[in-house]
């Protein structure tokens, strides 16, 4: 089913799950989640890739990926705005 240098192992490792276990990691005497530290470190790397190719080439007039990062950066402060309301938000 799967090619020969596919190792459903290394692949799937974090992706396993049994109901009641959960993979931890034992961080400077923390318990830490690991799925979770892993995919918010993936989210990290995300975006600063996309705040990158976002800002590389700032222009007066937004083209491709900055223009994505204005209306994606225009979106979160309308709901700032929504959520704490206009007496409460100042740009």
Do not use: C
């Amino acid at each position: 089913m799967y090619p020969d240098n596919f190792s459903s192992s290394t692949f799937t490792f974090l992706a396993e799950a049994e109901v009641g276990k959960h993979f931890y990691w034992n961080i400077a005497g923390f318990l830490v989640h690991g799925q979770v530290l892993v995919v918010i470190w993936f989210v990290i790397v995300l975006l600063l890739i996309f705040s990158f190719l976002g800002t590389r080439e700032a222009d007066r007039i937004p083209h491709s990926w900055q223009n994505f990062m204005e209306s994606a950066l225009d979106f979160v402060v309308d709901i700032a705005r929504n959520q704490l309301g206009e007496s409460f938000y100042r740009e």
